[in-house]
C-alpha cells in the first residue's frame, strides 16, 4: 500500500516533468518564430556591386574571313604595358626576406 509520502514524491515529479516539457515546447515554438522570419528578411548590401564599363569594342564587328588568308583579328592584339606609376614601385619593391648573415652563406659549388 503506497503511503502518503509516496503520493506526494510521485505529483512532485509529474509537475517537474510537465514543467520541462511545457519549457521544451516553448523553445521549440520560439525557434521555429525565428527561422521563419529570418526567412523573411532580405540581406542588405552595403555598396553597390562592381560594374564593368561598357566599351566600343563590344558593338565593332569582326573582320570578314577571307580564304587563304591570316586570321582577322578585331581588335588588333596590343602587347602589356605597365603604367608608369606602377614602374617605380616594382623597381624599389623589397624583397621578402633580409638577407642572410655571413655564416649561414656556404660557398659556391665547383664544377667536376
Do not use: C, Y
Request: charged share 20%.
Amino acid at each position: 500500500m503506497p503511503g502518503q509520502n509516496d503520493k506526494r514524491r510521485l505529483k512532485l515529479d509529474l509537475t517537474i516533468a510537465a514543467s520541462l516539457f511545457a519549457a521544451g515546447l516553448v523553445v521549440s515554438v520560439i525557434s521555429l518564430a525565428q527561422i521563419r522570419a529570418e526567412s523573411r528578411m532580405q540581406m542588405a548590401q552595403a555598396t553597390q556591386p562592381l560594374q564593368g564599363t561598357p566599351s566600343d569594342e563590344q558593338s565593332k564587328v569582326p573582320a570578314e574571313a577571307k580564304p587563304g588568308g591570316d586570321r582577322p583579328t578585331t581588335p588588333a592584339p596590343e602587347p602589356a604595358r605597365p603604367e608608369p606609376q606602377t614602374q617605380g614601385a616594382a623597381g624599389a619593391a623589397k624583397p621578402a626576406l633580409p638577407p642572410a648573415p655571413a655564416e649561414k652563406i656556404a660557398p659556391p659549388i665547383e664544377k667536376k
